[in-house]
DNA sequence: GCCGTCCTGTTTAACGCTAAAGTGGCGCGC
DNA sequence: GCGCGCCACTTTAGCGTTAAACAGGACGGC
């Protein structure tokens, strides 16, 4: 585990330390290519591998990228849903394959941030999980080179000259695809389930696709309703108790929740209620996680390209990294519906 | 984000570099209260980080500790089960709360492992999601601290002296503990269904386990057949549906699952087949993911304390940063059967 | 009163790397 | 044959930090 040195490298090759840095970065316009070839067998005989460290220290940048999550003391829940992960696997490979590295960190507040910016040289973030009321909190440097998932971050959109790009589904598209798909299935009794407390951006864009759709099918405004929930499966059955009156009452026939995990709990807690999904209510997810094959009935989703998103977020990323102005700040991964066991007709 | 550095706290205070750098690292014993009260009062006002590039360059220690998963380039279950996720929040959270950061790298061979370890100066690494036979072709610098979960790693206990250590559950009593649940129903026909093939030697201890738990309830030795899967949920299925004929035939009356994301798998596959779950057959997991209580029927299952395993993991391995010898080389958590609906009296 | 210690610092020399400036030899134009 | 530019390197300096050696004054013992 020693660690081999350019000055190794250099005493081997019999150059002086300048050249075999030269070579190992490429500059080969100031190598001869009979050196440049000398150097390179040295460097693959010795093992040699830069030290990010010493290289960080010099350059100014780091080649790391942090991904900062909501983090809570115990570490739970730090990547909350197979969402998350999902962009994560995506994002690290992504950036591996660009000479990039991941660090994996979770935060609580702006010092956190900060900190580990400045610590470890970090070339750019990538915040995953925030509500956009935890992320104005957080209150990110317009300097630092940041990607968020799923969020806005408030003077993002604004002020536009902060390094700042957003990454997402088509949201709207989403909310639209959900809309008709129940619709086109008789539905008139519709609930939008997820953080609509929140003053999310996502949110809200998911929530004016499914009214489009909603008033393109011909329904009246009040046809769509929200329901509060947080992203989790025990929010999901918790609501799904509480909607189970107005089921029954025929005021809800179906629902479409902002992720499959609260979908699932949606479905859970209507069915403990005594209802039968999809015969009594339809209710729909967001994201096809593996979890929507796995519940019975299988969720009709709306799927998102998570991968997509993870490849996404490290290319808007590199590119605020490098300062190219004309980056595009904002982009959104495609969706589809994907109709499965838990949406059918409307009953009656 | 200009950085603020050891110098400017110094000529801020009217003192020498090192004196800050004493102060900022707690050694003071070399300098007086007063003189480091005014040293921290300059760092907390001018946001003084130091910088993990510089310390780690000279001091030969970084703070770092690499995650190391099997890496396929498109990153495409990079964190494969929820067990993993769940290991890796508390890991995290526990590294933060020691002072570390983890860097997440997938990696698929000797020259990846060595690459990152070289280029950040990580202090060590946890390795997770490998087979042991993947664990053999990373060929582990004995020099290199490493965490081995849910894996041996050959090696490791033989030479003993590398700067290895494992973390597991306590897979024998997990094993024991599942035959018997299952015994205690009255099964006679079981299989334990899992990477059989593998060579693992998490499994064979699980295994062992429950074959002791079998003989323990007067049942001979070929009571117990494996049938080998992948750990993923389409193996689980595929399993289930060649399963089923065992159990039309009455050969199989139990499946034991070396996972919850499998065991839902084969209660799919059997359910898909025609058969009952548990009237028919009864499936039991392992992990007690979220998954587990997500799906229909809610999955009986040994739990195991996968925070805890993360906890485990960050300890052992700082014991072997710090290089101290007596630090134990091995570690398990505690597994506790939870029996919920998968599971019920063999049938006849 | 003198020497050894302790206390509280400071100075020096790296760590591995890169940007920028320097060097020396050789070919070429005229 | 002289100056110029260019090629292929080398030298110098410095990034922010720490280990180790050094310094000087106060204080105590005898």
Not at 249 to 272: H, K, M, P, Q
Not at 314 to 329: I, M
């Amino acid at each position: 585990m020693e660690q081999v040195t350019l000055k190794d490298v250099a005493r081997a090759v019999g150059v002086s330390v300048m050249t075999v840095s030269n070579v190992v970065n490429g500059r080969l316009d100031r190598v001869s290519p009979a050196t440049a070839a000398r150097v390179e067998r040295a460097v693959a005989d010795l093992g040699y591998v830069p030290s990010a460290a010493a290289r960080t220290l010099v350059a100014r940048r780091s080649g790391l990228v942090g991904l900062l999550l909501p983090g809570r003391p115990d570490g739970v829940s730090l990547l909350g849903s197979p969402h998350d992960v999902a962009v994560t696997g995506a994002l690290e490979a992504a950036l591996r394959g660009r000479d990039h590295h991941l660090m994996l960190r979770g935060v609580g507040d702006a010092r956190d941030v900060r900190d580990s910016v400045r610590r470890w040289g970090l070339d750019g973030v990538v915040l995953m999980g925030f509500t956009d009321a935890a992320l104005a909190g957080l209150d990110l440097p317009p300097t630092l080179a940041a990607v968020l998932v799923d969020a806005d971050g408030g003077a993002v959109g604004a002020g536009g000259r902060a390094r700042h790009a957003r990454v997402r589904s088509d949201d709207r598209a989403g909310g639209r695809l959900a809309g008709a798909h129940l619709t086109g299935l008789g539905h008139a009794g519709l609930v939008l389930a997820g953080p609509v407390d929140g003053a999310s951006r996502v949110v809200a864009e998911r929530l004016a696709g499914f009214r489009a759709a909603a008033a393109d099918a011909g329904l009246p405004a009040g046809a769509v309703r929200t329901a509060h929930a947080r992203t989790t499966y025990d929010e999901g059955v918790a609501l799904g108790g509480r909607l189970a009156a107005d089921v029954r009452a025929g005021d809800v026939t179906a629902v479409f929740a902002t992720a499959d995990v609260l979908a699932a709990g949606i479905v859970r807690g209507l069915t403990d209620a005594g209802l039968r999904v999809p015969a009594d209510v339809s209710v729909l997810g967001y994201d096809d996680a593996d979890l929507a094959r796995q519940v019975t009935p299988r969720l009709s989703t709306v799927a998102q390209d998570t991968a997509g998103k993870g490849r996404l977020a490290a290319e808007l990323l590199l590119g605020l990294v490098a300062g190219d102005d004309a980056a595009p700040r904002s982009a959104s991964v495609p969706v589809a519906l994907v109709a499965r066991e838990s949406t059918g007709p409307a009953p009656g």
